[in-house]
């Protein structure tokens, strides 16, 4: 009895294998794979919140004389291996990218946050700060 239970078995999966070569279920699964394979190791990404603030410089005795519009600079390092950095982001260079793209004096209701990607042997870790750059008035 237990020979019978086995051919009928190998018959039945070999029937099963080849309707399914023949309906390319075989290659869309295939391809299925092949792209969770991609998302996993080329966009693996994460991003964390760090903080918020009122301002970049204390606003203590300044007039805001102009408001330039929102802006966002960043500072950016890799590593290789996924734990060996190369250095480490400067969230005051990342403010400083903020304030010259609107040619302004200083960053207004300021967050920041920290975006990590990680691919094959090396990943990229960026500090992203986001606010309303202003420039002062030079009457006091």
Request: glycine share 6%; aromatic share 16%; hydrophobic share 40%.
């Amino acid at each position: 009895m237990s020979d019978y239970y086995l051919q009928n078995f190998v018959f039945s999966y070999g029937c099963r294998y080849k309707e399914m070569k023949e309906n390319k279920i075989y290659k869309l699964s295939k391809k299925t794979i092949l792209s969770l394979v991609f998302f996993i190791f080329f966009v693996n990404a994460c991003v964390t919140p760090m903080g918020m603030t009122a301002s970049s410089t204390p606003l203590q005795e300044k007039i805001i004389e102009e408001n330039r519009g929102k802006a966002e600079g960043s500072d950016s390092v890799y590593s290789l291996l996924f734990f060996i950095p190369l250095g480490y982001p400067d969230i005051d260079k990342a403010i400083e990218n903020a304030v010259k793209s609107k040619e302004g004096d200083a960053l207004i209701n300021l967050r920041w946050y920290e975006k990590k990607y990680e691919f094959l042997i090396f990943g990229k870790t960026s500090i992203v700060v986001t606010g309303d750059v202003v420039k002062f008035s030079d009457k006091k």
